[in-house]
């Protein structure tokens, strides 16, 4: 299978906590994105990569949140002192740069924050 | 900024009959693509079908369809003969067009479809 894979699937952490989550984008995608979904909603846009560069990162809901891409593929989304309200469940999508660039999405991780 | 509206929360449709979920939007650009992505029940979103608005054509792709009203900002999708496995949640989306730049989905609130057997 060569789609988006994201690990872990499911993550249950306790309030203060850090987590990191994992985005490996299908192979011959150079863009990645991150967005979150909660109970009911539809995705919310957080941030994108092109290669290694993130050029758009203003979305990210605050400062405890950051995502890198070292090498221009995989890519990682990190939240730094865990609220309740950031269980939500995470989606990474990938894209070929290109007229269309349609968005192929993974699977998510979920996040509980207890 | 581009805001994405789902009017219908849920729809229920008997299997091989038709169903029409709508959607809205508000921007204020004239370049740009619309979507609409299927999310099953603890599975992950699938692109169901794509827009572009420089396009007066409707995309179809098999038993989907969509009806593109660029005037009235509409973007509707049509399932024809509604099968067991098209339940699922249904969301519209839409992506600015910045010269062939990226950037992220807008995305609505989302129609959850059921198809009764």
């Known amino acids: 299978d060569t789609g988006v894979s994201q690990n872990p699937r499911h993550k249950i952490t306790k309030r203060g906590q850090n987590v990191t989550f994992r985005c490996d984008p299908i192979s011959e995608h150079n863009r990645l994105y991150w967005y979150r979904q909660t109970l009911g909603q539809g995705p919310e846009f957080l941030t994108y990569?092109?290669?290694?560069?993130?050029?758009?990162k203003s979305r990210l809901l605050s400062d405890r949140f950051s995502a890198e891409r070292p090498k221009g593929s995989f890519s990682t989304l990190e939240i730094q002192r865990t609220e309740q309200g950031d269980s939500a469940m995470y989606l990474c999508a990938s894209s070929l740069q290109g007229l269309t660039d349609t968005q192929y999405f993974g699977p998510g991780t979920r996040l509980t924050v207890l | 900024a581009q805001t994405v509206t789902q009017s219908q929360p849920e729809m229920s449709v008997q299997e091989a009959e038709t169903v029409t979920l709508s959607c809205t939007y508000d921007t204020s650009e004239s370049d740009y693509y619309l979507f609409w992505y299927k999310q099953p029940p603890s599975r992950q979103m699938i692109l169901v079908i794509r827009?572009?608005?420089?396009?007066?054509q409707n995309a179809t792709e098999n038993r989907f369809s969509v009806n593109f009203q660029k005037a009235a900002k509409s973007f509707s999708l049509k399932i024809s003969d509604s099968q067991l496995g098209d339940a699922a949640m249904y969301f519209c989306?839409?992506?600015?067009?910045?010269?062939?730049?990226?950037?992220?989905?807008?995305f609505g609130k989302g129609t959850h479809l059921i198809i009764q057997p």
């Open positions: 827009q572009e608005a420089y396009k007066q």
């Open positions: 990569f092109q290669n290694e560069a993130q050029l758009e």
């Open positions: 989306a839409y992506r600015t067009y910045s010269g062939g730049g990226a950037d992220g989905l807008t």
